[in-house]
């Protein structure tokens, strides 16, 4: 009887506790770093339109299928789609899906410890002062000296990587919590404080209108993939994170409402870093589709122009690795999990066994930036190809497959056991998005853009 069933590797302490973990997991590098500068190079507006949409209509079913599916297996994704398979009369096969997942996390990770290792080395940049009334020259000669040094990027690289292994290793509950009930807020105000910033001496107008003024004539089909794969990405979908998040839930949770705040949350935190950006972008005479860079070339001006900016940028970095820190942690935790199932090693070994790994494949990415930099497979440098590939292909596909096994291939008897929706108008929509509007809306984009390839 599924309802029975619980997690060898624990539960969350209350609703609460998995509602932070989860936002914890959401909101990281992909709010602040990734979703500035994605929605930077494809025009602005009209692709944070869609990627509002993404995140309401594709996303929001989909992370609920993903934590109803978690609870109900109570084990690491792979073991968890096998026997719910095996329950619902399908095939074991289902499991790939979550190897699929523990292949994608491995090669996110790989290159978010590297980003997430800049943010490391701004900490200290920004507290030594660097920053101090810094021009738009300057801040671009900064991150460039940093990614041009591999033997930087890779002492930055490892050290975030020990510390993600560090608290994996320990189990996923202890500390994340605190870390996420103190230290969200607190980025939260910080990002405040620096759109505060940006509308007093940015050109706040002409940011808000490259935000959320759509010009459609910019709507490529490739526009839209970049949309969806980033409300993947941003709100950790279709990998497996999601799913083990849910397998530590109590079971008298509403899997409708935790899912619908933390998916706010994260919006709210993307569009503000949008917010704080632009404006100093436009003001500065720099370029929206800067790349990977934007925000390092571009908050460090704010810090460098504000009073006590060197105080308030050091916290802002310090808050941006501690996101980026409970991010990566559930990037690996579907990997540990599995190998504690099913190898039986100690969560220590696994998390030493996954971090090794993780680091070679990290090494890609750092030479990316430098040594290889000329080099491109497929058009892509190392780095770009693997984002491209986890956060546009990976990402979708594991979402399609989630919704199709939730909408189609459970019996709706267990769907509702575990939903505990009963017949409700919320119930009804969830599983018409999950039907139809997520596996069409996946399908459609990926169709779409195959043939303009
Ligand atoms: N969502 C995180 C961010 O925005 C990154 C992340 C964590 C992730 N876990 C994930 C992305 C699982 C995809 C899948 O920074």
């Given amino acids: 009887m599924a309802g029975v069933r619980t997690s060898i590797h624990g539960e969350w302490s209350s609703k609460l506790a998995f509602v932070l973990a989860a936002t914890g997991s959401a909101v990281g590098l992909g709010n602040i770093w990734k979703f500035p500068y994605v929605a930077g190079q494809n025009g602005g507006g009209a692709f944070v339109l869609i990627y509002v949409a993404c995140v309401a209509i594709i996303g929001v079913p989909i992370m609920m299928a993903e934590v109803m599916l978690g609870r109900r297996g109570r084990q690491s994704p792979i073991n968890t789609m096998r026997t719910l398979a095996a329950e619902e009369g399908r095939s074991p096969r289902w499991g790939l899906l979550g190897w699929m997942g523990v292949l994608a996390g491995f090669l996110i990770l790989s290159f978010y410890s590297v980003i997430a290792g800049w943010a490391l080395a701004y900490v200290f940049r920004t507290a030594a002062g660097l920053f101090d009334g810094a021009t738009a020259d300057f801040t671009a000669q900064v ?58 001496e940015g050109q706040f107008v002409h940011g808000l209108q490259f935000l959320f003024a759509p010009d459609f004539g910019k709507v490529t089909p490739e526009v839209i993939l970049m949309a969806m794969g980033q409300a993947f990405f941003s709100l950790s979908l279709g990998m497996g994170a999601i799913m083990i998040y849910g397998s530590y839930l109590p079971h008298d949770a509403s899997i409708a409402r935790t899912s ?122 190392f780095f770009d190809l693997l984002d491209y590939l986890t956060s546009n292909i990976m990402l979708p596909i594991g979402g399609l497959l989630i919704a199709i096994f939730a909408g189609w291939l459970m019996k709706e008897r267990s769907v509702k056991e575990e939903l505990k929706m009963d017949d409700s108008l919320g119930y009804r929509l969830w599983r018409f998005l999950v039907r139809y509007i997520t596996p069409v809306g996946v399908g459609l984009v990926f169709l779409n853009v195959i043939e303009v390839i």
């Fill in 260 to 381: 619908i705040a933390v998916a706010s949350a994260d919006t709210l935190v993307a569009l503000i870093a949008g917010l704080a950006i632009f404006p100093v972008v436009f003001e500065y005479g720099l370029q929206p589709n800067a790349g990977p860079g934007l925000i390092f070339q571009t908050l460090p001006i704010a810090f460098g122009q504000m009073p006590g900016g060197a105080f308030f940028g050091t916290l802002f970095f310090i808050l941006l690795v501690f996101a980026a820190w409970t991010s990566a942690i559930s990037l690996v935790e579907p990997a540990v999990a599995w190998l504690v199932e099913n190898r039986g090693h100690t969560r220590v070994y696994a998390a030493v066994v996954c971090g090794m790994l993780t680091w070679f494949v990290g090494l890609g990415t750092v030479f990316s930036f430098n040594l290889w930099s000329d080099y491109r497979l497929f058009g892509r440098t």
């Fill in 143 to 200: 991150f460039s000296n940093l990614i041009s040094d591999p033997e930087k990027l890779i002492a930055w690289h490892t050290l975030f990587l020990i510390m993600t292994m560090v608290v994996v290793a320990r189990g996923v509950a202890a500390g994340l919590e605190t870390a996420v009930r103190f230290l969200m807020p607190g980025l939260f105000v910080l990002l405040l404080l620096l759109v505060g910033y940006a509308m007093a």
